[in-house]
């Protein structure tokens, strides 16, 4: 049986595109995209869902003001009504209530586009150029009530280049969101992940001589 998926989104939706293209392009994939969500029906990828043949639904979070549990009840009532098993948050900017968040233990995921712990928050890609680190990424992770933290799930890591900006870095890590989040969701969705405290296991093994060193030298 595959895991029914709601994905939230606020902005454009490249990441819940290479969700719903990985879902869609392998019969075997263990999850299914039943709805897109989106807080502001300005949300540019609530189109592309709806090219995709999977349902987009708008509901608004600006009118709920600071009052983020009637939102949430929404949005639960929402998900309740399409037997939602899975959330994964594609640049969703919402903050949820420690409630929501907990009553999702272990069955909600975002993407952060910096290596976890470095950088959360808003503009990581500035914060790793200031922070002058050769290497950056992104992180898939489960969602707790801290912003961009929680038992990780899975990384993807890039090469910092001197001349890089942040739209530069952006993009470059904007590829590897779109490779990991599809993986990372097949893995949760497939049963191979464990949360054990902080700690996030995990049945996939990385190679180890999986090495990214930078600058290299020739
Ligand atoms: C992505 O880069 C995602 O990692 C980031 O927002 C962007 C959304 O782009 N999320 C965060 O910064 C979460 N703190 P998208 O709408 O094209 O997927």
């Known amino acids: 049986m595959k895991r029914r998926v709601a994905i939230l989104i606020s902005g454009r939706g490249s990441n819940m595109a290479a969700l719903i293209d990985a879902a869609a392009a392998d019969p075997d994939f263990p999850a299914q995209i039943v709805v897109v969500i989106a807080n502001t029906a300005a949300a540019g990828g609530l189109a592309i869902a709806a090219r995709s043949g999977v349902e987009a639904l708008v509901i608004e979070s600006k009118p709920f003001g ?17 037997q939602i098993e ?11 209530t420690a409630e929501f968040v907990q009553h999702w233990h272990g069955r909600m995921l975002n993407i952060h586009p910096s290596l ?18 050769k290497i950056s990424g992104a992180t898939v992770h489960f969602v707790i009530p801290e912003t961009d933290a ?69």
Do not use: N, W
């Open 116 to 133: 976890l712990p470095s950088f959360p928050g808003l503009d990581p890609h500035g914060q790793a150029l200031r922070a002058g680190v």
């Open 66 to 82: 600071k009052d983020r549990a009637a939102f949430e009840a929404m949005l639960q009532a929402a998900l309740d009504a399409r």
């Open 150 to 218: 929680g038992p990780i799930v899975m990384q993807g890591a890039v090469a910092l280049c001197d001349d890089d900006t942040p739209d530069t870095l952006a993009a470059r890590v904007l590829t590897v969101e779109h490779r990991i989040y599809p993986d990372a969701l097949r893995l949760v969705a497939s049963g191979g992940t464990r949360i054990d405290g902080d700690v996030c296991r995990t049945a996939a093994q990385s190679a180890p001589a999986d090495v990214l060193i930078a600058p290299a030298l020739d």
């Open 86 to 96: 899975l959330i994964c948050l594609g640049g969703f900017m919402r903050l949820f």
